[in-house]
């Protein structure tokens, strides 16, 4: 979970936009050459390729949806990836193809169309059906290695059988949109969100920060910009702390603004669904707030009344602002509501990759920090009342840390000094704390 001011994070694709004035200004390659090399280091001789290999690399052109091949990376080096898709340049010849790529060793998020001259065509694999594949594959695979597998290629969608998860995988297996611009800054996207048709030929989208409408040109932007008058999400503010705000905005007073933000988060969030129907939801928007305005850093959203005892839908910190302790204010925070409304949580599954990490990370710290400073026996229940946490995720958490021992049919939880604090250690920093003085809000169901 980027720093707010790096020029470019490679990890979270963000960066600060310059100056208006050199906003898009490109790189010279004739004059400043590659990492500080002068422009003449590109006229060394080069070895002349022989007709044999040059006839070899034609013959594998274009290369086929499927190929499994090496490409240069932003790390300058070589990683396998797989061809994902594949298109014609809009102005190269009519066999010039760039193609859509999927680094095998690294999360979708990551996945790019890339140029022929990325690709070592020298490690070019032969195309094999993948059910071939799959099923020479698995006769080889021990019972425990295909679990393993299969763990992997579901995880975030647990909740898909087989079929649909094909089906999700082909349907947003190519990010349609590659960059957004949201305030100051332009952000590399994910993954695929389900825009409306007349953005399908965009690859950046342009959104205002306050109301989130996106619009397809800077020029656009710049209009709006002029006739906006709001400076904050649509939405009560139910939390003031230094510059930090908490925005409670209602799906069904703000229909539009609650479906933007789902397009918006849909580009970073692969396994959610995307909600049309946002009058059920309630979301709370996290901001920094300036003398320009709040701008929105992330948010989470939850049911007005859900019968599974969930108290987070969604959750998100965008990537210019992660690795700041924020997902851990919201997640905090959304426990927080829940003590105010005298009920345990717990979030929605299934949770992202990164939320999982998170919501591990804010259990094990909160258990932790109470085992260690309490006296005597403690139940499960106890800790429940106490935190708002569902008794199901504090056992989980507790036999994950291998702190839960089961003696005389019930559960014993064996808190050693020095055990808690090697595991809180372990947890690393709790992120930013939640002022429960500042938060004011009443619970939905008593509101009106």
């Not at 979708?108 to 020479?136: I, N």
């Not at 989208?205 to 040109?217: A, G, P, S, T």
């Not at 085992?371 to 106890?382: A, Q, T, V």
Request: hydrophobic share 30%; with cysteine; charged share 30%.
């Amino acid at each position: 979970m980027g720093s707010i001011d790096t020029p470019k994070n490679p990890e979270n694709g963000s960066r600060t936009l310059p100056p208006a004035t050199d906003a898009y200004a490109t790189y010279d390659g004739d004059k400043n050459g590659i990492d500080g090399m002068p422009a003449r280091a590109t006229e060394m001789t080069l070895p002349v390729e022989s007709e044999a290999i040059k006839k070899r690399r034609a013959s594998m052109l274009p290369l086929e949806v499927g190929t499994r091949v090496l490409c240069r990376w932003r790390d300058c080096k070589y990683h396998p990836v797989k061809v994902i898709e594949r298109r014609k340049m809009q102005f190269g010849g009519s066999n010039e193809y760039e193609y859509y790529v999927h680094y095998t060793e690294f999360n979708r998020r990551l996945d790019e169309w890339v140029k022929l001259e990325q690709l070592d065509l020298d490690s070019v694999e032969t195309v094999v059906d993948e059910k071939v594949e799959d099923k020479v594959t698995s006769l080889k695979m021990t019972r425990h290695q295909k679990r393993k597998i299969d763990e992997t290629h579901v995880e975030g969608h647990e909740e898909l059988d087989a079929a649909s998860l094909r089906e999700h995988e082909e349907f947003t297996k190519v990010k349609n949109i590659a960059t957004i611009e949201l305030g100051r800054y332009e952000i590399e996207t994910w993954y695929f969100s389900p825009f409306p048709p007349e953005y399908n030929d965009c690859l950046r989208l342009y959104f205002c920060e306050f109301c989130l409408n996106f619009m397809k040109r800077k020029e656009q932007l710049q209009r709006h910009m002029k006739k906006c008058d709001l400076k904050h999400p649509p939405g009560d503010e139910i939390y003031r702390s230094g510059t930090l705000s908490m925005f409670e905005v209602d799906g069904k007073k703000n229909k539009v603004y609650g479906q933007n933000l789902c397009y918006l988060a849909k580009l970073f969030l692969d396994h959610k669904t995307l909600y049309y129907d946002v009058d059920l939801f309630l979301f709370y928007i996290l901001c920094e707030c300036d003398d320009r305005g709040c701008h929105m850093v992330g948010y989470f959203s939850k049911e007005k009344h859900s019968e599974e005892s969930y108290n987070l839908a969604c959750i998100l910190t965008l990537p210019p602002y992660q690795r700041k302790g924020y997902g851990k204010f919201l997640i905090a925070f959304s426990y927080e509501l829940s003590k105010k409304e005298s009920k345990v949580g717990t979030p929605e599954r299934p949770l992202s990759d990164l939320g999982l990490l998170s919501y591990r990370g804010y259990w094990t710290r909160v258990l932790l920090d109470i085992l260690k400073r309490h006296k005597g026996n403690i139940s499960i229940k106890e800790l429940s009342d106490m935190t708002a946490i569902k008794a199901e995720d504090i056992l989980t958490t507790l036999q994950t840390l291998e702190l839960i021992q089961y003696r005389k049919g019930q559960h014993v939880i064996c808190a050693d000094p020095k055990v808690l604090d090697r595991h809180l250690k372990a947890a690393g920093r709790g992120g930013l704390e939640v002022d429960v003085s500042k938060l004011i809000w009443t619970p939905y169901k008593e509101q009106g």
